[in-house]
């Protein structure tokens, strides 16, 4: 498992980076503000908000995997926004 640091930054690059398709998809409509686009934006910031928190908490009794299971978490919640976004571009 890579260090800590390294998983906060996996997952503010990826949720970032997917606020700023969210972005760049409101501005090649000329759809600013919308809706769909401050729902996802939303979304992705209470992911960001969850997966840190569960970063955080060193209570986990197995911690190596309970951060492995945070990086699962991050992949699978990614991967739910991008398909989100897909079908918001469609």
Not at 9 to 25: H, Q, R, S
Not at 31 to 41: C, F, M, P
Not at 70 to 88: I, P
């Amino acid at each position: 498992m890579a260090s800590i640091k390294d998983l906060k930054k996996d997952i503010n690059y990826v949720l970032g980076d997917i606020i700023e398709a969210v972005y760049l998809w409101e501005a090649a409509t000329n759809n600013l503000d919308s809706k769909e686009g401050s729902a996802l934006i939303d979304q992705a910031i209470e992911v960001f908000d969850g997966l840190i928190a569960k970063v955080n908490d060193k209570k986990a009794d197995n911690r190596s995997a309970h951060l492995k299971a945070v990086k699962n978490d991050l992949e699978t919640k990614a991967t739910e926004l991008v398909t989100a976004l897909n079908k918001l571009s469609a």
